[in-house]
């Protein structure tokens, strides 16, 4: 790592000589290669991705980050500096010191989300597109939901996933009829800013021991996409789901929903990860033609 780019990131940001010290690598992710970033002032956190897409994926993350930190009342790490040189872009930011969850954490995150999803538009979607991991995903605002979820969620992770040969045509037309009655299996509900990948990895304790979020996919959407995306991989207490249900009622129904919803992390892991996806994806297809 050359620590001179980002001694030059920070003076930027600063307008302070700060002197890099080490980097020490942090898990987490796939994607990206991570780093806390020692220096004679705080720590900070570093992203560096050298592929094709790095860059016009991470300023869609800093787009995101930012509408989250203006729209809810989370700790959102603060965006220090965005830069690519040469095959490299990096992306500086706050580091989030973490502390073991106060009292009232999963009610606290359960209340914050649904301050979060009270915050609605005129459409489904967003005002430009982001990822989803490092797939594209495409947010064309929408007038209703089942016909966004089905043409800007499912039905291109279905295209790829069918022109790399993870699915046969009949499992794509089988998808494509469950797609073709989504408007019956849905609630309707105004858009909710979501977080839109808002599993536990992406969830974080600050250092006063409040919930953070990190690595968001934001677009307005159902909010149910983010409960869902919640269950899938677990790590979130009953107690959140419980609080949440208090603060903001769910319709009737949403255990029957969420695996419906959950197509899509399930796609997007089949597309990134390979066929040992596959037989969710077609489990909940089975279940649902």
């Known amino acids: 790592m050359d620590t001179g780019i980002i001694a030059g ?4 940001k600063s307008g302070q000589k700060i002197e890099v010290l080490g980097f020490q690598p942090v898990g987490g992710g796939s994607i990206n290669a991570a780093y806390k970033v020692i220096t004679t002032a705080a720590p900070f956190f570093l992203k560096v991705n050298r592929g094709a897409q790095a860059a016009p994926m991470f300023a869609a993350e800093v787009k995101g980050l930012n509408l989250l930190r203006r729209f809810s009342d989370f700790t ?14 990096y992306l500086l930011m706050e580091f989030i010191e973490a502390a073991g969850r106060g009292a009232g954490y999963w009610r606290e995150l359960a209340v914050k989300l649904a301050g979060l999803h009270r915050q609605t538009a005129d459409a489904f979607g967003l005002h430009h597109d982001n990822f989803i991991g490092s797939l594209p995903q495409a947010n064309t605002k929408t007038a209703d939901w089942p016909t966004f979820f089905a043409r ?10 069918f022109d790399r040969n993870l699915v046969d045509k009949g499992f794509k037309r089988d998808v494509e009829a469950v797609l073709n009655r989504l408007t019956s299996m849905m609630p309707t509900e105004p858009p909710a800013l979501l977080h839109g990948d808002l599993w536990s990895g992406n969830l974080m304790v600050d250092a006063a021991g409040a919930p953070c979020l990190v690595d ?16 899938l991989f677990g790590g979130f207490s009953a107690e959140f789901y419980r609080a949440y249900a208090e603060v903001y009622p769910l319709e009737p129904g ?3 929903r969420l695996d419906l919803y959950n197509l899509y992390p399930l796609f997007v892991h089949l597309n990134l990860f390979g066929g040992s996806y596959f037989g969710q994806v ?3 297809i ?3 033609t």
């Open 282 to 284: 077609n489990a909940i």
């Open 76 to 89: 959102i790490p603060q965006v220090i500096n965005l830069h690519t040189q040469g095959n490299a872009t």
């Open 286 to 288: 089975s279940r649902f």
């Open 9 to 12: 990131l920070l003076r930027q």
């Open 216 to 231: 968001p996919a934001v677009y307005y959407g159902h909010r149910e996409m983010d409960l869902a995306f919640a269950h």
């Open 152 to 161: 800007h969620r499912i039905a291109p992770m279905l295209k790829l996933a």
């Open 254 to 256: 949403f255990e029957e």
